[in-house]
């Protein structure tokens, strides 16, 4: 048996497997051990995966040698290589770096359920995106999300209860969306079959349910992927997870609702329904402005770190949907950049969040006087990071942004105010990163605070690595790039 | 080495001496002082080594990486460029002296993190200096502002903090807002942004739009200090001195100017622009600005702030030099940048001694100093005559040439400016010469001497190098005329 030509399959296979056998693991450590095993063995299959398509072609898989349309089939092409390595590179950092933290804040003996939990997200998460079948999708889909409850409530935190209490709704409902939308398209088209669906699509005669179902799946999976306005899970559920949790769902968990919504549009509705871009263009283009706009204001006066990075991140999400409002190949390529882009920075970022919260117990910026005295490595990654945040050139978040604004400028004369609207943007960026950074190295200490040292070493390391990895792909950001530009060929190929 | 590794290692050396100062000041301050030294001791050997070669018309150039296409990190050794790399790279050492008198002298906290970035700040200004296109000078344009940040907040308390956080705000702002929309647009209608003999916007453009492009890149390089986005620099006077010194009046100033000129030689190219009748508002702000913070300065009552509205009416020389678009105002362009550098670095470093010895910041507590402090009011005064142009000092050279380019424009405006400048130069250091050398303390203050010896000698030397420069000038000329060489 050649192994290669199974990736897809145990892309998915190998951490839903190994799930409920890290339930077992009950000696302490183990569990941890294992489930990062699997997380790091998960991200070598998804770099191989990405090796092998980075020249721009398609790997079909069908399960147990089941033809397309009968069997369940997965197919892995560029655009899907670069979100599995984004999730797989995710869920693998955050689980080397998260012993001490998990630790610290979950009990020993739910540890393996909580591991299980984890692991039980990544296959979702990446069955999501292997998936070449709109009903797997949702399968995936509810995996990964009622994982994901678990994983959010599993803190020592209560209020993280009704955060994950509206997660939960919200999610459903998008879930349920989708499921409606899906339905209705195969009621007209008898398939779920992606590729099946997108060659029947154009035969229906009448489009009415085809367009009530695109309504459904568009808003179902802009629920998902806390699209403004339907956002409001996000910033409750971040900050009350528990920290190795927020590191994990921010890099990549929204990206992967927004990774089916491009998909599902441009290859299934765009070129087949009539005026459908220009449709879609003028229905995400404003939310997706509004969204940069106002979330970043919001993020200018939050008082608490990861609600504040939370609402940053809906603003980035924004940033990903102005890209592929554009239809064009420069709109998405640089879509699919910062979708890379932002998962770096972010993650960095939360990591970063994730050592200073080892150490203080509350996270307001008015409490974090004097970190960077105490915790010098952890403020210098947090630093490296929020300047990728905000798009400094010589880091990764510089690239996408370079690439957007280019981008735009192709959109015609409205273009120069979507420039404006980025720069703008980034200015808020500044200011919000620097309110921290200036609570982390200029803030007097609080009176009567026990002395306290670095973070551990072992979250110090992966946060550091990660920082280390904005300026790399800053500089040399050809790897992804490349898998960008073919993804974005890809979907406009598929559009037509 | 060859020139294209001795770039690199240029801008690697503050990288690595950061590291070797951030380490030694947990060992001692001695050692960290050393380490200060050796870093730059061996900029100096790399960057001046490089000297030869460009007096013979060499160019080296390298390429890091093509971030994207059309899109790469290179550096190329020109000129302008080399003159700025020496300058900054030479002052440091002295500035390094006199930061040390001044720092124990006035016991100040966190001298680790004040050397460190202060060399992180260095390479920043090297890679301003060696920039091969618009995107690497902008990446390093942005790291010299953020490394300087932390200098200017060196205080750490309230009142300094939000200094620093204008400081910030506007070079950010500045930037980010006007700088890299002028970069976007330029390399979206040249397809490239590297700075090339001639420029690269020729015929690319026309006319009102090259007004415009010229406003972006001229206001939003807020380094340069020209009004309105000048508010960062008397701000910027929180700082220790010795980052007054250096970097408000040599390396992140003149980072703005050098970067103007740059543009306006190697994007628009002289030519060009001079052809524009869009690009002609460019004098007439410059000469604004020099008027205005002249007569600004004028109404200042704190020594610091003084130098720094001084210091505002210099730059807007040197882009009004630049603007007039003649090359021998751009040869002036370069000169005064140098001329400016040895006065005003001198003026600091003074203004700094008389703290350090008496904590003086006012100009009406200056009475009678000169008799306490001799040297230090005689290096003042130097610096002070460079200032206004009187021969013998630095000033006079590059006044003459900024003066031959505008008559060779016949730019009547840039000529009365020049003129009424250095009335008003000569009306707000002269009286205060006066008052330091001829009046009588009024009451007996605190009895002091003169600054610490590694001040002192600090002072002394720069105020050395504005007498020389006023003599020994032809290397510089003949390195920028290469800049101009048939054009105009």
Redesign the interface.
Known sequence: MDLLTHLPALQVVVPMLSAPLIVLLQPRGLAWAGATAVAVLSFAIAVALAIAVLDGQTIEYAMGGWPAPYGIALSVDAFSALVLLVITGAAAAALLAAKPSIDQQIEVERQPLFYSAWLLVLSGLVGIVVSADAFNIFVFMEISSLASYILIAGGPNRRALPAVFKYLMMGTIGATFYLIGVGLIYMMTGTLNLADMEARIGDVTDINPILVAAGFITIGLALKAAVFPLHVWVPNAYTHAPHMVTVFLAACATKVALYVLIRFDYMVFQGKLDDHEIQFAMFVMPLAILGILIASAVAMFEGHIKRLLASSSIAQIGYILLGVSFVSMAGLSASAMHIFNHALAKGGLFLAVACLAYRYRDLRLNQLGGASARMPWTCAAFVVCGLSLIGVPGTAGFISKWMLIGAALETGPWGWGLVAIILISSLMAVVYIWRIVEALYFQAPIEGDAPMSEAPVQLLLVTGLVALMNIYFGLFPHVPLELANSAAALLLEGSR | MTPETAILVAIGIPLVGALAIALAGRISPNLREAATAVTSLSLIWVVWGLLPLLMDGGRPSVE??Q??PG?S?AFAVEPLGMLFAALASGLWLINSVYSVGYMRGNKEQNQTRFFACFALALSATIGVAFAGNL?TL??FY??LT?STY?LV?HK?DAAT?RSA?IY?GVL??TS??LF??AI?WTY?IAGTGDFTTGGILAGKLNDPEIGLLLGLFVFGIGKAAMMPVHKWLPAAMVAPTPVSALLHAVAVVKAGVFTITKIIVYIFGIDFLFEASSSQWLVYAAAFTIITASLVALRQTNIKRLLAYSTIAQLSYVIMAAAILKPLAEVGAAVHMVAHAFGKITLFFAAGAIYVASKKTEIHQLRGIGRRMPWTMAAFTIGSLSMIGVPPTAGFVSKWYILAGAFQANNLVAVFTIIASTVLNAAYFLPILYMVWFEREKEAGKEHGEAPFLVVLALCLTALLTLAFFLFNGPVIDLESQVVKGLG
Do not use: H, K, T, Y
């Open positions: 890091v990486s971030v994207m899109l990190i995107f902008f990446l942005e790291l953020l932390p907040a750490g903090v956080r910030l950010l702002s980010i807002g890299l929309p976007i979206s």
